[in-house]
Protein backbone atom coordinates (compact mmCIF):
# COMPACT_ATOMS: atom_id res chain seq x y z
CA UNK A 1 0.00 0.00 0.00
CA UNK A 2 1.38 3.47 -0.93
CA UNK A 3 2.23 5.88 2.01
CA UNK A 4 1.14 8.93 2.00
CA UNK A 5 1.13 12.26 4.71
CA UNK A 6 -2.78 12.46 4.67
CA UNK A 7 -2.74 8.75 6.38
CA UNK A 8 -2.16 9.75 10.59
CA UNK A 9 -0.70 6.36 11.22
CA UNK A 10 1.73 7.71 8.51
CA UNK A 11 2.47 10.94 9.77
CA UNK A 12 2.73 9.90 13.49
CA UNK A 13 5.46 7.26 12.06
CA UNK A 14 7.36 10.25 10.70
CA UNK A 15 6.42 11.75 14.16
CA UNK A 16 8.22 9.02 15.93
CA UNK A 17 11.26 9.28 14.52
CA UNK A 18 12.21 13.46 14.55
CA UNK A 19 12.76 15.42 17.74
CA UNK A 20 14.20 18.53 17.09
CA UNK A 21 15.24 19.54 21.05
CA UNK A 22 17.50 16.42 21.79
CA UNK A 23 20.55 14.78 20.42
CA UNK A 24 20.41 12.57 17.84
CA UNK A 25 20.74 8.65 18.60
CA UNK A 26 20.92 5.39 17.66
CA UNK A 27 18.21 4.12 15.14
CA UNK A 28 17.24 1.11 17.41
CA UNK A 29 16.26 4.12 19.77
CA UNK A 30 12.22 4.94 19.33
CA UNK A 31 11.07 8.68 19.96
CA UNK A 32 14.31 10.41 18.59
CA UNK A 33 15.93 11.65 15.40
CA UNK A 34 18.52 9.32 14.29
CA UNK A 35 22.31 9.78 14.30
CA UNK A 36 23.62 10.58 10.25
CA UNK A 37 27.17 11.16 10.39
CA UNK A 38 28.43 14.19 9.28
CA UNK A 39 30.97 13.49 7.17
CA UNK A 40 33.74 15.40 8.29
CA UNK A 41 36.68 15.12 10.49
CA UNK A 42 34.96 16.24 13.89
CA UNK A 43 35.01 13.07 16.00
CA UNK A 44 38.11 12.13 14.52
CA UNK A 45 40.02 15.34 15.74
CA UNK A 46 38.61 15.20 19.41
CA UNK A 47 39.18 11.55 19.84
CA UNK A 48 42.99 12.37 18.97
CA UNK A 49 43.01 15.00 21.19
CA UNK A 50 41.37 12.36 24.12
CA UNK A 51 43.61 9.65 23.09
CA UNK A 52 46.74 11.50 22.77
CA UNK A 53 46.34 12.82 26.36
CA UNK A 54 44.41 9.81 28.22
CA UNK A 55 42.86 10.94 31.85
CA UNK A 56 44.72 14.74 31.04
CA UNK A 57 42.36 16.00 27.99
CA UNK A 58 41.09 19.47 28.66
CA UNK A 59 38.74 20.38 25.37
CA UNK A 60 35.67 22.79 24.82
CA UNK A 61 33.80 22.19 21.97
CA UNK A 62 31.54 24.97 20.63
CA UNK A 63 29.50 26.20 17.79
CA UNK A 64 26.18 27.75 17.16
CA UNK A 65 22.75 26.94 18.71
CA UNK A 66 21.48 23.84 17.47
CA UNK A 67 24.69 23.09 14.85
CA UNK A 68 24.59 19.58 16.36
CA UNK A 69 27.04 19.66 19.13
CA UNK A 70 25.40 17.12 21.44
CA UNK A 71 24.31 14.82 19.25
CA UNK A 72 28.41 14.23 18.06
CA UNK A 73 29.23 14.06 21.72
CA UNK A 74 26.54 11.60 22.34
CA UNK A 75 27.91 9.98 19.16
CA UNK A 76 31.23 10.12 20.41
CA UNK A 77 30.00 8.65 24.04
CA UNK A 78 28.18 5.37 22.72
CA UNK A 79 31.11 4.87 20.54
CA UNK A 80 33.95 4.85 23.24
CA UNK A 81 31.46 2.85 25.54
CA UNK A 82 30.96 0.15 23.04
CA UNK A 83 35.13 0.22 21.78
CA UNK A 84 35.79 0.27 25.58
CA UNK A 85 38.65 1.78 25.09
CA UNK A 86 37.95 4.39 28.02
CA UNK A 87 35.25 4.93 30.21
CA UNK A 88 32.96 7.77 28.87
CA UNK A 89 30.58 9.18 31.59
CA UNK A 90 27.46 11.65 29.65
CA UNK A 91 26.75 14.63 31.93
CA UNK A 92 23.87 16.23 30.55
CA UNK A 93 23.59 19.99 31.94
CA UNK A 94 19.96 20.64 31.44
CA UNK A 95 18.59 17.29 32.35
CA UNK A 96 17.36 18.12 35.60
CA UNK A 97 17.83 21.95 35.40
CA UNK A 98 18.17 25.19 33.34
CA UNK A 99 21.19 26.01 33.13
CA UNK A 100 21.26 29.68 31.44
CA UNK A 101 22.70 30.85 35.33
CA UNK A 102 24.31 27.80 36.23
CA UNK A 103 27.97 28.46 37.97
CA UNK A 104 31.05 25.96 38.58
CA UNK A 105 29.70 24.48 41.54
CA UNK A 106 26.37 23.72 39.57
CA UNK A 107 28.20 21.87 36.69
CA UNK A 108 30.44 19.78 39.74
CA UNK A 109 26.77 18.77 41.31
CA UNK A 110 26.27 17.74 37.92
CA UNK A 111 29.32 15.99 37.34
CA UNK A 112 28.82 14.35 40.39
CA UNK A 113 25.49 13.28 40.17
CA UNK A 114 25.71 11.65 36.59
CA UNK A 115 29.12 9.74 37.49
CA UNK A 116 27.04 8.54 40.50
CA UNK A 117 24.24 7.62 38.29
CA UNK A 118 26.62 5.73 35.59
CA UNK A 119 27.17 2.96 38.44
CA UNK A 120 23.83 2.17 38.90
CA UNK A 121 24.48 -1.35 36.77
CA UNK A 122 27.31 -2.35 38.50
CA UNK A 123 25.07 -1.39 42.29
CA UNK A 124 22.73 -3.90 41.14
CA UNK A 125 24.88 -6.43 39.73
CA UNK A 126 24.68 -9.48 41.87
CA UNK A 127 27.94 -10.36 41.05
CA UNK A 128 29.41 -7.20 42.26
CA UNK A 129 27.98 -8.60 46.47
CA UNK A 130 31.01 -8.67 49.23
CA UNK A 131 33.62 -7.81 46.92
CA UNK A 132 36.22 -5.43 47.58
CA UNK A 133 35.23 -2.96 44.69
CA UNK A 134 31.58 -2.86 46.23
CA UNK A 135 33.03 -2.36 49.34
CA UNK A 136 35.20 0.33 48.92
CA UNK A 137 32.24 1.81 46.42
CA UNK A 138 30.40 2.11 49.61
CA UNK A 139 32.47 3.77 51.63
CA UNK A 140 32.96 6.47 48.60
CA UNK A 141 29.32 6.71 49.21
CA UNK A 142 29.13 7.24 52.56
CA UNK A 143 32.07 9.94 52.47
CA UNK A 144 29.82 11.53 49.41
CA UNK A 145 26.40 11.47 50.98
CA UNK A 146 27.88 12.86 54.67
CA UNK A 147 29.50 15.85 53.17
CA UNK A 148 26.85 16.62 51.53
CA UNK A 149 24.28 16.87 54.08
CA UNK A 150 26.62 18.70 55.61
CA UNK A 151 27.42 21.39 52.80
CA UNK A 152 23.76 21.96 52.05
CA UNK A 153 23.17 22.17 55.27
CA UNK A 154 20.64 18.66 55.94
CA UNK A 155 19.04 18.12 59.19
CA UNK A 156 18.96 14.53 60.13
CA UNK A 157 16.34 12.69 61.75
CA UNK A 158 16.81 11.50 65.52
CA UNK A 159 17.53 7.63 63.90
CA UNK A 160 19.62 9.10 61.14
CA UNK A 161 16.71 7.65 58.69
CA UNK A 162 15.75 10.49 57.31
CA UNK A 163 17.51 13.91 56.03
CA UNK A 164 15.56 16.83 55.70
CA UNK A 165 16.72 19.51 53.35
CA UNK A 166 15.71 23.14 52.65
CA UNK A 167 15.20 23.97 48.72
CA UNK A 168 13.94 27.11 47.54
CA UNK A 169 12.11 27.60 51.09
CA UNK A 170 10.42 23.61 50.55
CA UNK A 171 11.33 21.30 52.59
CA UNK A 172 12.94 17.99 50.49
CA UNK A 173 12.60 14.95 52.00
CA UNK A 174 15.42 11.74 51.59
CA UNK A 175 15.05 8.50 53.21
CA UNK A 176 18.81 7.30 54.19
CA UNK A 177 18.16 3.95 55.85
CA UNK A 178 20.91 1.60 54.63
CA UNK A 179 19.18 -0.13 51.89
CA UNK A 180 18.05 3.30 50.19
CA UNK A 181 21.17 4.89 50.61
CA UNK A 182 22.04 4.45 46.51
CA UNK A 183 18.79 6.28 46.02
CA UNK A 184 19.53 8.70 48.39
CA UNK A 185 22.96 10.00 47.38
CA UNK A 186 21.21 10.08 43.10
CA UNK A 187 18.28 11.99 45.02
CA UNK A 188 20.24 14.42 47.09
CA UNK A 189 22.75 14.82 43.77
CA UNK A 190 20.25 15.39 41.28
CA UNK A 191 18.23 18.27 43.83
CA UNK A 192 21.42 19.61 44.76
CA UNK A 193 22.60 20.45 40.78
CA UNK A 194 18.81 21.88 40.36
CA UNK A 195 18.88 24.36 42.93
CA UNK A 196 22.53 25.27 42.33
CA UNK A 197 21.28 25.68 38.47
CA UNK A 198 18.35 28.39 39.15
CA UNK A 199 18.59 29.52 42.57
CA UNK A 200 19.27 33.49 42.76
CA UNK A 201 23.23 34.01 44.27
CA UNK A 202 21.79 34.80 47.23
CA UNK A 203 19.61 31.40 47.85
CA UNK A 204 22.60 28.92 46.76
CA UNK A 205 24.37 27.07 49.79
CA UNK A 206 27.90 28.45 49.05
CA UNK A 207 29.43 25.27 48.32
CA UNK A 208 33.33 25.22 47.54
CA UNK A 209 34.40 23.93 44.22
CA UNK A 210 37.04 22.48 45.73
CA UNK A 211 35.31 20.23 48.19
CA UNK A 212 33.54 18.88 45.39
CA UNK A 213 36.57 18.10 43.31
CA UNK A 214 37.82 15.78 45.82
CA UNK A 215 34.11 14.52 46.43
CA UNK A 216 34.34 13.78 42.71
CA UNK A 217 37.85 12.11 42.38
CA UNK A 218 37.46 9.56 44.46
CA UNK A 219 34.88 8.34 42.15
CA UNK A 220 36.85 8.79 39.45
CA UNK A 221 39.86 6.85 40.92
CA UNK A 222 37.31 4.00 41.64
CA UNK A 223 36.33 3.87 38.08
CA UNK A 224 39.80 4.03 37.24
CA UNK A 225 40.89 0.87 39.32
CA UNK A 226 37.64 -1.12 38.34
CA UNK A 227 38.10 -0.43 34.46
CA UNK A 228 41.69 -1.93 34.28
CA UNK A 229 43.20 1.26 34.38
CA UNK A 230 40.70 3.55 31.87
CA UNK A 231 40.83 7.14 32.90
CA UNK A 232 37.08 8.54 32.83
CA UNK A 233 36.28 10.41 30.02
CA UNK A 234 33.65 13.41 31.14
CA UNK A 235 31.51 15.20 28.59
CA UNK A 236 29.73 17.65 30.19
CA UNK A 237 26.95 18.95 27.95
CA UNK A 238 24.61 21.97 27.60
CA UNK A 239 27.75 23.96 29.76
CA UNK A 240 26.62 26.06 26.49
CA UNK A 241 23.28 27.05 27.39
CA UNK A 242 24.45 29.37 30.41
CA UNK A 243 23.64 32.78 29.12
CA UNK A 244 24.64 35.17 32.08
CA UNK A 245 28.05 36.52 31.89
CA UNK A 246 29.23 36.33 34.98
CA UNK A 247 28.11 32.62 35.71
CA UNK A 248 30.04 31.65 32.02
CA UNK A 249 33.46 33.52 33.10
CA UNK A 250 33.06 31.55 36.25
CA UNK A 251 32.77 28.09 34.64
CA UNK A 252 35.03 28.61 31.34
CA UNK A 253 37.79 31.08 33.35
CA UNK A 254 37.71 31.43 36.80
CA UNK A 255 36.88 27.54 37.92
CA UNK A 256 39.92 26.37 35.27
CA UNK A 257 42.19 25.63 38.16
CA UNK A 258 39.12 23.36 39.57
CA UNK A 259 38.70 21.37 36.02
CA UNK A 260 42.64 20.71 36.25
CA UNK A 261 42.75 18.67 39.15
CA UNK A 262 39.72 16.59 37.86
CA UNK A 263 41.32 13.10 37.71
CA UNK A 264 39.51 12.54 34.19
CA UNK A 265 39.21 13.46 30.46
CA UNK A 266 36.74 16.44 30.04
CA UNK A 267 35.00 18.03 27.34
CA UNK A 268 33.32 20.30 27.53
CA UNK A 269 30.38 22.33 25.36
CA UNK A 270 30.94 26.13 25.77
CA UNK A 271 28.72 29.22 24.42
CA UNK A 272 29.75 29.97 21.23
CA UNK A 273 29.72 33.87 22.04
CA UNK A 274 31.91 33.38 25.39
CA UNK A 275 34.52 31.90 23.20
CA UNK A 276 35.27 35.22 21.03
CA UNK A 277 36.17 38.86 21.36
CA UNK A 278 37.80 39.66 24.91
CA UNK A 279 37.36 36.30 26.54
CA UNK A 280 39.02 34.23 23.59
CA UNK A 281 42.07 35.18 25.64
CA UNK A 282 41.20 33.64 29.49
CA UNK A 283 39.78 31.19 27.38
CA UNK A 284 42.58 29.68 24.62
CA UNK A 285 45.56 30.00 27.41
CA UNK A 286 43.50 28.31 29.78
CA UNK A 287 41.99 25.08 27.42
CA UNK A 288 43.68 26.06 24.44
CA UNK A 289 41.75 26.48 20.98
CA UNK A 290 37.86 25.73 21.40
CA UNK A 291 36.62 22.80 19.14
CA UNK A 292 34.65 24.46 16.17
CA UNK A 293 31.85 22.18 15.04
CA UNK A 294 30.39 24.61 12.15
CA UNK A 295 27.32 24.21 9.90
CA UNK A 296 26.92 21.58 7.20
CA UNK A 297 27.13 22.95 3.53
CA UNK A 298 24.43 24.84 2.47
CA UNK A 299 22.79 23.85 -1.09
CA UNK A 300 21.25 26.63 -3.77
CA UNK A 301 17.88 27.27 -3.15
CA UNK A 302 17.11 26.45 -7.32
CA UNK A 303 19.59 23.92 -8.54
CA UNK A 304 23.06 22.01 -7.70
CA UNK A 305 23.81 19.02 -5.43
CA UNK A 306 22.01 18.82 -2.10
CA UNK A 307 24.36 17.24 0.75
CA UNK A 308 23.39 13.67 1.67
CA UNK A 309 23.04 14.61 5.28
CA UNK A 310 20.45 16.30 4.82
CA UNK A 311 18.43 13.68 2.41
CA UNK A 312 19.68 10.69 5.00
CA UNK A 313 18.13 12.56 8.13
CA UNK A 314 14.71 12.47 5.92
CA UNK A 315 15.17 8.84 4.95
CA UNK A 316 16.19 7.57 8.48
CA UNK A 317 12.93 9.12 9.18
CA UNK A 318 10.65 7.55 7.03
CA UNK A 319 10.36 10.34 4.78
CA UNK A 320 11.95 9.01 1.63
CA UNK A 321 9.21 8.60 -1.10
CA UNK A 322 7.42 11.30 1.00
CA UNK A 323 9.60 14.43 0.27
CA UNK A 324 9.76 15.63 -2.85
CA UNK A 325 13.56 16.59 -4.11
CA UNK A 326 12.53 20.65 -4.28
CA UNK A 327 10.82 20.30 -0.92
CA UNK A 328 13.92 19.03 0.87
CA UNK A 329 16.34 21.94 -1.38
CA UNK A 330 14.05 24.59 0.35
CA UNK A 331 14.07 23.17 3.45
CA UNK A 332 17.98 22.13 3.55
CA UNK A 333 18.57 25.95 2.37
CA UNK A 334 16.59 28.06 4.69
CA UNK A 335 17.84 26.07 7.49
CA UNK A 336 21.41 28.10 6.97
CA UNK A 337 23.28 24.10 7.50
CA UNK A 338 22.00 23.82 11.32
CA UNK A 339 20.61 20.53 11.44
CA UNK A 340 17.60 21.92 14.62
CA UNK A 341 16.06 24.27 11.74
CA UNK A 342 16.01 21.93 9.11
CA UNK A 343 14.66 19.23 11.44
CA UNK A 344 12.17 21.77 13.24
CA UNK A 345 10.86 21.99 8.91
CA UNK A 346 10.61 18.23 8.22
CA UNK A 347 8.80 18.15 11.18
CA UNK A 348 6.46 21.40 10.87
CA UNK A 349 6.34 20.74 6.72
CA UNK A 350 5.11 17.01 7.44
CA UNK A 351 2.36 18.33 9.46
CA UNK A 352 1.19 20.75 7.31
CA UNK A 353 0.99 18.32 4.06
CA UNK A 354 -1.27 16.27 6.46
CA UNK A 355 -3.84 19.52 7.21
CA UNK A 356 -3.86 20.52 3.34
CA UNK A 357 -4.59 16.79 2.45
CA UNK A 358 -0.95 16.72 0.37
CA UNK A 359 -0.05 13.09 0.58
CA UNK A 360 3.99 13.94 0.22
CA UNK A 361 5.15 17.16 1.27
CA UNK A 362 4.70 19.59 -1.16
CA UNK A 363 7.48 22.81 -1.67
CA UNK A 364 3.97 24.89 -0.64
CA UNK A 365 4.28 22.98 2.36
CA UNK A 366 7.97 23.87 2.94
CA UNK A 367 7.21 26.82 2.14
CA UNK A 368 4.81 27.44 4.83
CA UNK A 369 6.97 26.27 7.64
CA UNK A 370 9.73 28.63 6.61
CA UNK A 371 7.38 31.74 6.79
CA UNK A 372 6.43 30.59 9.81
CA UNK A 373 9.91 30.41 11.53
CA UNK A 374 10.89 33.69 9.48
CA UNK A 375 8.60 36.02 11.75
CA UNK A 376 11.28 35.26 14.19
CA UNK A 377 13.10 38.08 12.45
CA UNK A 378 10.75 40.27 13.45
CA UNK A 379 12.31 40.85 16.89
CA UNK A 380 15.21 42.21 15.33
CA UNK A 381 15.98 46.09 15.44
CA UNK A 382 17.33 48.37 13.12
CA UNK A 383 20.52 48.29 14.85
CA UNK A 384 20.83 44.69 14.82
CA UNK A 385 20.35 44.79 11.00
CA UNK A 386 23.05 47.32 10.46
CA UNK A 387 25.24 45.57 12.29
CA UNK A 388 24.42 42.33 10.39
CA UNK A 389 25.08 44.05 7.22
CA UNK A 390 28.31 45.57 8.42
CA UNK A 391 29.56 42.17 9.85
CA UNK A 392 29.24 40.35 6.73
CA UNK A 393 30.42 43.32 4.44
CA UNK A 394 33.45 43.57 6.46
CA UNK A 395 33.91 40.23 7.42
CA UNK A 396 34.69 41.12 10.47
CA UNK A 397 33.69 42.28 13.73
CA UNK A 398 32.43 38.64 15.13
CA UNK A 399 33.40 39.63 18.63
CA UNK A 400 30.57 42.50 18.74
CA UNK A 401 27.65 40.71 17.32
CA UNK A 402 26.63 38.04 20.27
CA UNK A 403 22.93 38.77 19.91
CA UNK A 404 23.63 37.76 15.94
CA UNK A 405 24.91 34.30 16.57
CA UNK A 406 21.70 33.30 19.30
CA UNK A 407 18.35 32.62 17.98
CA UNK A 408 16.98 33.47 16.23
CA UNK A 409 20.37 33.22 13.82
CA UNK A 410 21.25 36.36 11.90
CA UNK A 411 24.67 35.43 11.56
CA UNK A 412 26.49 32.02 10.59
CA UNK A 413 29.90 31.58 11.19
CA UNK A 414 31.07 28.93 8.29
CA UNK A 415 34.24 27.09 7.69
CA UNK A 416 35.87 28.64 4.81
CA UNK A 417 38.67 27.51 2.32
CA UNK A 418 42.00 26.96 4.21
CA UNK A 419 40.23 26.45 7.42
CA UNK A 420 39.29 30.29 7.40
CA UNK A 421 35.72 31.19 9.04
CA UNK A 422 33.47 32.87 6.64
CA UNK A 423 30.61 35.08 8.13
CA UNK A 424 27.10 34.69 5.91
CA UNK A 425 23.90 35.98 6.38
CA UNK A 426 21.30 33.21 7.72
CA UNK A 427 18.77 32.36 5.03
CA UNK A 428 15.88 33.41 7.15
CA UNK A 429 17.22 36.38 7.47
CA UNK A 430 17.85 37.60 4.35
CA UNK A 431 14.37 39.14 3.93
CA UNK A 432 14.62 41.06 7.07
CA UNK A 433 17.61 42.39 5.79
CA UNK A 434 16.59 43.61 2.54
CA UNK A 435 13.76 45.46 4.09
CA UNK A 436 16.00 47.16 5.91
CA UNK A 437 18.31 47.88 3.00
CA UNK A 438 15.08 49.43 0.81
CA UNK A 439 14.08 51.93 4.01
CA UNK A 440 18.00 52.60 4.32
CA UNK A 441 17.32 53.87 0.16
CA UNK A 442 14.32 55.84 0.86
CA UNK A 443 15.40 57.59 3.88
CA UNK A 444 18.17 58.31 1.66
Not at 40 to 55: I, T
Not at 133 to 162: F, P, V
Not at 245 to 257: G, H, I, K, Q, S
Not at 320 to 339: F, K, N, Q, T, V
Request: hydrophobic content about 40%; charged content about 25%.
Amino acid sequence: MKRSLTDIGTLRSVLDRLDAERPAVEPSEFGRTHYVPRGDEFLKRLDLDVQSRPGKTRLLVTGQIGVGKSSELWCYFRTVKQQRRAYPVYCDLEKQESPERCSATGVLLTMLRDCWGALNWYLGDPQSAGTSQLRQLIKIREEILTRLIDYLNGSRSADGSEVVFRFRGMDFRVVTAENRKNAALALVLGKAAQHEAVSEPSEKFGVAPDALVVLLNQLLRWMTNKFRGHRPVLLIDHVDKIRDPDAAEDVLVRAFTHWDRVDASLIMTAPFEFTLGQSRGPIESRWGPPKVLYPVDIPDPDAGPVPDIYSSIARTAGLDELLPDDSLRLMAHYSGGILRPFVQFLIGAAKEAHLSSHEVIEPTDALAEIHRQETAYQDYRAEDLRLLDEVVRSGTGLRDTPALLRSPIGLLVAKGEAGQQSLLVHPLARRALERYHRRMKVAV
